[in-house]
């Protein structure tokens, strides 16, 4: 009898396992078909054009501490060199814009007269990543650079980060993982064509060779722009994935072991012309982005916020008053119990 009732046991303990694997496979199958068709729906986002705008060109908005970082290529004198007006080959560089203010900041240790643009700022440790030009092969190829950025608000000199080994590029950096991944685009040839995303880590202070993030992300078009959203959420821009036109904003679920698969930003984000370069402040409902939807004025920054739902037919909020009734029973009254006292446990 004994043994007739192991066996049954283990049959039972087996059922239960099989139907705990089968919900969690259902579980895990129901999470991947909920995937967000958009990360925002039109209805819910208000769209303006950023006042940093000018005449020229600006684009790639990065939150830096106590405002953003973008790129421009307004003229400017380099010491004795001064792009002109004229030269439509005027180099990018990278500008600050504190909050709550109109003016922005030429970012004089990092620029030079070559091209500087397309940054991602650690906030925890106060480094800058931010694409530049390098020699290779007596060819300029851009690569990725960082500074530190001082209690005062100074920048560091500029130190070489990924730097190409042959006449390809580094550029968009993205910085995640409390600075221990940095994603980047690359025009490598070993990639899916065009411009792909690739992931490097920090591995006892050195960089890794950087890892082209495979084809749920990268295909036969260009892929770039990469930026993180919390909790973990990857946003990128591409010319493929069924875009509108030309470049759209992309988002898509990343972990450690699983990338998902990309869905679009949303209408009003997204349009016929370039857009691109989209940041998000999940705390304060609102971001940036680039778009060359404005003919007139070539690349603009244009600024997002996201309406705070509306409640209807909720129930004020009332004080909450806690009374006590303490009672007790069955009192000992005896002389034998004058050593001995009740006490309460309120948990």
Not at 24 to 53: G, M
Request: proline share 5%; glycine share 8%; net charge negative.
């Amino acid at each position: 009898l004994s043994h007739r009732n192991k066996e049954a046991k283990n049959l039972m303990l087996r059922a239960i396992y099989c139907f705990l694997i089968l919900m969690l496979f259902c579980s895990h199958s129901a999470a991947i078909a909920q995937e967000r068709n958009y990360l925002f729906e039109s209805s819910d986002v208000t769209i303006t054009k950023a006042t940093i705008n000018s005449k020229y060109s600006e684009y790639a908005p990065a939150f830096c501490g106590d405002g953003i970082i973008f790129t421009s290529n307004k003229p400017h004198a380099f010491g004795v060199i001064t792009i002109m007006e004229s030269d439509s080959s005027s180099p990018d560089n990278l500008y600050f814009l504190p909050n709550k203010s109109t003016q922005a900041d030429f970012l004089e240790k990092l620029n030079t007269p070559l091209q500087e643009g397309t940054s991602s700022y650690d906030s925890t440790k106060r480094i800058l990543y931010f694409t530049g030009n390098v020699k290779v092969k007596n060819q300029f190829v851009l690569g990725i650079f960082s500074s530190t950025r001082a209690e005062n608000g100074s920048w560091g000199k500029a130190s070489p980060v990924l730097i190409p080994t042959d006449v390809f590029s580094y550029f968009h950096p993205c910085i995640l993982n409390s600075g221990q991944t940095l994603i980047v685009a690359s025009d490598r040839k070993d990639g899916f064509g065009g411009i792909d995303l690739y992931r490097s880590a920090l591995e006892q202070g050195t960089w890794s060779e950087p890892v082209n993030m495979g084809e749920s992300i990268n295909g036969p078009y260009n892929e770039g722009y990469p930026s993180f959203c919390a909790p973990d959420y990857l946003i990128f821009s591409s010319t493929g994935h069924e875009s509108m036109g030309g470049y759209d904003i992309f988002c898509c679920r990343l972990t450690p072991n699983h990338i998902g698969p990309p869905f679009p930003a949303g209408n009003g984000i997204n349009t016929a012309s370039d857009d691109f370069g989209l940041i998000f402040d999940p705390v304060r409902r609102m971001g940036y982005f680039s778009s060359n939807r404005d003919q007139n004025t070539g690349d603009d920054i244009y600024e997002f916020r996201l309406h705070w739902p509306d409640f209807y037919n909720c129930i004020a909020y009332v004080e909450p008053r806690y009374c006590y009734s303490f009672s007790e029973e069955n009192s000992l009254e005896s002389e034998d119990a004058e050593l001995f006292y009740y006490q309460w446990d309120f948990g």
